[in-house]
């Protein structure tokens, strides 16, 4: 598999941190300021530039830029100029190399935590979630308008997709519930991540396959990562412990899922895409920040342990 990290756009320590363990690939988070235009591939170069520069090349956008998705998946008033928009960023990532585009369709209320400071291994502080301890919003969409809204979207962009060869990769609900008060959710099981990635067949739809994520809904990886394998576009190496209703994330080696038995699961199964690890732990001597789950240090511990697990089971590759 292909080590990567995720990087934003504005250079910081993981930027070194990720040189420094040996990746050259980066899963790349677009800027979101006004003065990023998406649709302007002087932008795109000059972001590009950054990371080659450092050594670094870009290979996927995480997430789909939300000034777009958002009205996409919510279906309002700016849907068919967000779509329209999005259409211009392919033929810019086709000539730059950058060949998926990781995605959810989750609307209003995206990735969603409870708590960032339960206890993990040595009192380093994770992130969590609780049902009980959600507080409803105001939002409100149903199962059928997000159906609507994703067929929509994919019936547009995929012709697109294909035609500069660009995967879209469906990342799953996180937490992988029906509901959150009024706001429905779709991407929240095996059965109806198969019904999304079927509704229209094309070779450049598949998923983003997030372990933990499955794990929580309660699948079966051993099922699932063999069932899937030619449609897993690229992997989250992430573990958790708990269920959809109540769960927190652990350290890669301390949550429920083996991850060693699940790289060589890949293997057999010849998902050979790109891999980055996912939500760390907090750990002594750093702040939180705004980036819960996605601290430096943390981060390191478990790109150590990847590569470390995928040299033992693919051998050393350089
Ligand atoms: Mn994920």
Same mark, same amino acid.
């Given at each position: 598999?292909? =080590?990567?990290?995720?990087?934003?756009?504005?250079?910081?320590?993981?930027?070194?941190?990720?040189?420094?363990?040996?990746?050259?690939?980066?899963?790349?988070?677009?800027?979101?300021?006004?003065?990023?235009?998406?649709?302007?591939?002087?932008?795109?170069?000059?972001?590009?530039?950054?990371?080659?520069?450092?050594?670094?090349?870009?290979?996927?956008?995480?997430?789909?830029?939300?000034?777009?998705?958002?009205?996409?998946?919510?279906?309002?008033?700016?849907?068919?100029?967000?779509?329209?928009?999005?259409?211009?960023?392919?033929?810019?990532?086709?000539?730059?190399?950058?060949?998926? @585009?990781?995605?959810?369709?989750?609307?209003?209320?995206?990735? %969603?935590?409870?708590?960032?400071?339960? $206890?993990?291994?040595?009192? &380093?502080?994770?992130?969590?979630?609780? !049902?009980?301890?959600?507080?409803?919003?105001?939002?409100? @969409?149903?199962?059928?308008? %997000?159906?609507?809204?994703?067929?929509?979207?994919?019936?547009?962009?995929?012709?697109?997709?294909?035609?500069?060869?660009?995967? !879209?990769?469906?990342?799953?609900?996180?937490?992988?519930?029906? $509901?959150?008060?009024?706001?429905?959710?779709?991407?929240?099981?095996?059965?109806?991540?198969?019904?999304?990635?079927?509704?229209?067949?094309?070779?450049?739809?598949?998923?983003?396959?997030?372990? &933990?994520? /499955?794990?929580?809904?309660?699948?079966?990886? #051993?099922?699932?990562?063999?069932?899937?394998?030619?449609?897993?576009?690229?992997?989250?190496?992430?573990?958790?412990?708990?269920?959809? /209703?109540?769960?927190?994330?652990?350290?890669?080696?301390?949550?429920?899922?083996?991850? &060693?038995?699940?790289?060589?699961?890949?293997?057999?199964?010849?998902?050979?895409?790109?891999?980055?690890?996912?939500?760390?732990?907090?750990?002594?001597?750093?702040?939180?920040?705004?980036?819960?789950? #996605?601290?430096?240090?943390?981060?390191? #511990?478990?790109?150590?342990?990847? $590569?470390? =697990? !995928?040299?033992?089971?693919?051998? $050393?590759?350089?």
């Amino acid at each position: 598999m292909l =080590l990567t990290d995720y990087l934003r756009s504005d250079k910081d320590i993981t930027w070194d941190f990720a040189r420094q363990c040996g990746v050259k690939h980066g899963v790349i988070r677009l800027p979101e300021t006004p003065d990023f235009d998406i649709t302007d591939e002087t932008h795109w170069r000059q972001v590009h530039k950054g990371f080659t520069d450092f050594g670094i090349t870009p290979i996927i956008i995480e997430p789909m830029p939300n000034e777009l998705h958002d009205h996409i998946k919510a279906g309002d008033e700016k849907r068919d100029e967000s779509i329209e928009k999005a259409f211009k960023m392919l033929p810019i990532m086709e000539k730059l190399g950058i060949t998926t @585009i990781c995605f959810n369709f989750m609307a209003h209320i995206g990735w %969603l935590r409870t708590s960032s400071d339960i $206890r993990e291994r040595g009192g &380093a502080l994770v992130t969590g979630f609780d !049902l009980a301890d959600f507080v409803p919003t105001d939002k409100k @969409i149903t199962a059928d308008e %997000l159906w609507a809204n994703y067929e929509y979207f994919i019936r547009a962009m995929l012709p697109h997709c294909e035609k500069h060869g660009i995967k !879209l990769a469906l990342h799953p609900d996180d937490p992988p519930l029906p $509901r959150l008060g009024d706001v429905e959710r779709i991407m929240i099981s095996y059965e109806n991540i198969k019904k999304a990635i079927n509704l229209i067949p094309s070779e450049n739809l598949g998923v983003t396959m997030c372990q &933990a994520c /499955y794990q929580m809904m309660g699948e079966d990886l #051993y099922r699932v990562i063999p069932e899937l394998a030619e449609k897993i576009f690229f992997v989250h190496f992430r573990n958790a412990t708990g269920n959809k /209703y109540k769960f927190h994330e652990t350290f890669h080696d301390n949550g429920d899922i083996a991850m &060693a038995d699940i790289l060589r699961l890949y293997q057999k199964c010849n998902v050979d895409v790109p891999i980055r690890v996912d939500h760390v732990p907090l750990m002594a001597g750093e702040c939180q920040g705004s980036t819960a789950g #996605y601290t430096a240090l943390g981060r390191l #511990y478990a790109l150590g342990y990847l $590569r470390g =697990l !995928l040299e033992a089971t693919e051998g $050393r590759k350089e």
